[in-house]
């Protein structure tokens, strides 16, 4: 059984769409619009053999600490999903 789950996140603050596949090759697509960020994201894709399509649009002209905050959120909510399926 595939791994994989999409979670979409939208408050009034940004707007996420994640796709994850536990069992991937360390494909990756992400563009949150904070390239440091984006880059740490994209290391632990490539390391952990992960695919993950992660789409972020927010509100970086007042900070970045929204972004960063809810793709946490929605990458917590997506393991969740994932650990769920794995043990069912």
Do not use: P
Not at 28 to 37: A, H, L, P, R, V
Not at 51 to 62: E, T
Not at 63 to 71: A, M
């Amino acid at each position: 059984m595939k791994r994989r789950a999409v979670v979409n996140r939208d408050t009034n603050e940004t707007k996420i769409k994640i796709e994850l596949d536990l069992d991937g090759s360390g494909l990756y697509s992400i563009e949150t619009g904070i390239g440091f960020f984006d880059h740490m994201l994209e290391q632990v894709a490539k390391h952990g053999f992960l695919d993950i399509d992660i789409k972020c649009s927010g509100d970086l002209h007042v900070d970045t600490h929204h972004t960063v905050e809810d793709v946490g959120i929605a990458w917590v909510w997506h393991l969740h999903k994932l650990l769920v399926i794995k043990r069912a």
